[in-house]
């Protein structure tokens, strides 16, 4: 079955641009999360959705939000941009269900913003 | 709150040595531990679960909550073991997100 899949893979933005980065995820998964992954900090959790509602979400600023349609592909939303928002964003899908279920990642992607 | 400590960044070894990647976490219940591992451009994917309790790749890792660690373990490197390992916790089943530790990127030197 096909994995996880975020579009664009890269994005170059400007300072106070917003940006919105898509992920499909794996068929017949409902949750889907998104991290920010920096050399510095690692991953950071940034929300996570469940059947179309936020169900949890980090610590991050209110200019990080996101959304996820019906089909469960989601969508993150970045306004205002900041020097500091270049990171690579990834997304990961899992059937939420059971113990310990498996996050499957897509590829990231890469926002640099100038 | 919970934290996923992974106390060094860089582990070089030799192939053939025996490998530890530290992890060490916070969390006052019975939590839900990972190891996920990056090779170079793939991405991110599970390599084991504690509560699966099996071997992958060689690589065990026990979870000893006296210590609060689930630190990563495999008899004889690799060249291909050379990759990004991340520890993360999950407090519990199902519907929380993984909280990650800062990674260690394991160097394996033939």
């Known amino acids: 079955k096909a994995g996880v899949t975020q579009t664009p893979r890269y994005l170059i933005k400007t300072r106070g641009q917003q940006v919105t980065l898509s992920c499909s995820p794996i068929?017949?998964?409902?949750?889907v999360s998104w991290y920010q992954q920096t050399p510095g900090q690692g991953l950071q959790f940034l929300f996570e959705?469940?059947?179309?509602?936020?169900?949890n979400k980090g610590n991050f600023p209110g200019r990080f939000s996101g959304r996820q349609f019906s089909n469960s592909r989601s969508e993150m939303n970045v306004s205002t941009l900041e020097l500091g928002d270049s990171a690579l964003y990834l997304c990961?899908?899992?059937?939420?269900?059971?113990?310990?279920?498996?996050?499957?990642f897509g590829q990231g992607t890469r926002l640099t913003v100038v | 709150a919970q934290r996923v400590t992974q106390p060094e960044k860089l582990l070089s070894v030799f192939k053939g040595a025996p490998v530890e990647l530290k992890c060490n976490y916070s969390?006052?219940?019975?939590?839900?531990l990972f190891w996920y591992v990056q090779y170079s451009r793939q991405r991110l994917q599970l390599l084991l679960r504690?509560?699966s309790r099996e071997s992958i790749k060689g690589f065990t890792a026990d979870l000893n909550k006296g210590e609060t660690s689930f630190h990563l373990k495999k008899p004889f490197a690799q060249e291909e073991d050379s990759a990004m390992y991340y520890c993360?916790?999950?407090?519990?089943?199902?519907?929380?997100?993984?909280?990650f530790g800062k990674g260690t990127r394991l160097s394996v030197i033939a």
């Open positions: 068929s017949g998964h409902r949750s």
């Open positions: 969390y006052s219940g019975s939590p839900e």
């Open positions: 959705y469940f059947s179309e509602t936020q169900r």
């Open positions: 504690h509560i």
């Open positions: 990961a899908s899992s059937l939420a269900t059971g113990l310990a279920p498996e996050a499957f």
């Open positions: 993360a916790l999950s407090p519990s089943s199902g519907n929380t997100p993984l909280v």
